[in-house]
C-alpha cells in the first residue's frame, strides 16, 4: 500500500476552519455526523500519523485531520469540543489534568523526536556555563535539559542565559550565533546537524527517558462513547505500526504533505520512535515528568500515570 498515492485520490486533510469559529460551543464534540472522526495534530514528522488514519479507517468513516500550531491550541480545541481526539505533547495533557480539566491519555504516539544540540565546539553540557540555550518552556525538552544541567552542577537559571524559542525558530538561531545550543524538537535537531551542529549529551538519558507524544481525548467521550473511542485506537495502532514498519513511506508520505526535504527526514527518523502502546515503563516516564513539571512549578500539583491515562477495553 502506497500511503502518498493513496492519499491523493482518497483523502485530503480538512482544516477545520469553521468549526474552530463556532461560538456557544457545548464543550462536547459534535457527533451529528457519527461515520467523521475529528484529530487535530501538528506539521512535524512524528506527529504525522493522523494523516494515515483514512488508509485504516472502516468504509464509511472519515477522518478530519486539523493541523494546529501548538498542543495548546490542540487542548483547547479539544475541551470547546471542536476536535475529537488530539495527537500532541504529554506536557500538556499532564497540565490539563493537573488544572482539572477534561481530558485524558487514550495512547502513546511517539518517543524521542527531540535532541540538545549545540556548536561543534561544545563538547557537553559543563560547556554551556555563561552560554545561551534556546528552549520551550514547559516543553518536555525543558525538563530534560534542566535534569542534565544540574547534574553538571550548573543552574539553569542563573549558570546559563535560558531563551524561549519556538521549535521552528531554533535551527536558523543556532546557524547565526543568535544561541549556543538549544533542546528541541525535529526537524530542527536534523535541520541543525546536517549544518555541522553536533549533540551536547543524550537528552534521552535523564529519568523521564524518551517520552514525548500521546493521543488523547476527553474523559466525557471515553465514557459516553467508547465504542467510537476504541474505533479511533484500533486505527491509530495499525497507522503508527504501518508507518514505523514501512520508514521509507512514512518519509514519502511526511515530504508529500508537509515538503521537508528528504535527507533532513532520513535523519530525523532515526531519531524517532512512533508507538501506541502504554506500558509500565511508559507510565513511570509520565509520573517523572509530572513531578519535574510540579517541581518547576508549572503544575501545582503532579498527577499520577493512573489519574492521566484512561485505559480502553
Given at each position: 500500500m502506497n500511503i502518498t498515492a493513496l492519499r491523493t485520490t482518497t483523502f485530503t486533510a480538512v482544516v477545520m476552519t469553521s468549526a474552530l469559529a463556532l461560538t456557544g460551543c457545548t464543550g462536547e464534540p459534535d457527533r451529528e455526523d457519527d461515520d467523521?472522526?475529528?484529530?487535530?495534530?501538528?506539521?512535524?514528522?512524528?506527529?504525522?500519523?493522523?494523516?494515515?488514519?483514512e488508509?485504516?479507517?472502516p468504509e464509511g468513516t472519515?477522518?478530519?485531520v486539523v493541523p494546529m500550531d501548538t498542543s495548546t491550541d490542540q487542548m483547547t480545541a479539544l475541551l470547546s469540543g471542536d476536535v475529537d481526539f488530539a495527537l500532541m505533547?504529554?506536557?500538556?495533557v499532564i497540565t490539563g489534568v493537573s488544572e482539572g480539566s477534561d481530558i485524558t491519555l487514550i495512547a502513546s504516539g511517539a518517543d524521542g523526536g527531540s535532541g540538545l544540540i549545540g556548536d561543534a565546539e561544545i563538547e557537553g553540557v559543563p560547556d554551556l556555563e555563561g552560554r545561551t540555550v534556546g528552549y520551550v518552556p514547559g516543553s518536555s525538552q525543558e525538563m530534560a535539559f534542566r535534569l542534565l544541567a544540574e547534574e553538571a552542577g550548573l543552574d539553569p537559571d542563573t549558570d546559563i542565559n535560558m531563551v524561549n524559542?519556538?521549535?521552528?525558530?531554533?535551527?536558523?538561531?543556532l546557524s547565526s550565533g543568535d544561541i549556543d545550543a538549544f533542546a528541541g524538537a525535529e526537524v530542527g535537531v536534523s535541520l541543525s546537524l546536517l549544518d555541522g551542529a553536533e549533540p551536547v549529551e543524550d537528552i534521552y538519558t535523564t529519568p523521564l527517558g524518551p517520552v514525548n507524544i500521546g493521543l488523547a481525548t476527553t474523559g466525557t467521550l471515553a465514557e459516553e462513547n467508547p465504542e467510537l473511542v476504541n474505533e479511533l485506537l484500533g486505527i491509530h495502532e495499525e497507522a503508527t505500526a504501518h508507518l514505523e514498519a514501512n520508514p521509507s513511506e512514512w518519509i514519502e508520505a511526511v515530504q508529500g504533505q508537509f515538503s521537508f526535504e528528504n535527507e533532513v527526514l532520513e535523519q530525523a527518523v532515526e531519531n524517532i520512535w512512533l508507538r501506541s502502546d502504554i506500558d509500565e515503563e511508559y507510565r513511570g516516564n509520565i509520573d517523572e515528568l509530572a513531578l519535574q513539571m510540579q517541581e518547576l512549578e508549572i503544575i501545582s500539583e503532579a498527577p499520577v500515570a493512573d489519574d492521566v491515562v484512561t485505559e480502553m477495553e
Open positions: 467523521v472522526i475529528s484529530i487535530a495534530t501538528q506539521r512535524q514528522p512524528h506527529l504525522y500519523a493522523p494523516y494515515a488514519y488508509d485504516f479507517a472519515t477522518i478530519e505533547g504529554v506536557p500538556t524559542l519556538g521549535y521552528a525558530d531554533m535551527h536558523e538561531a
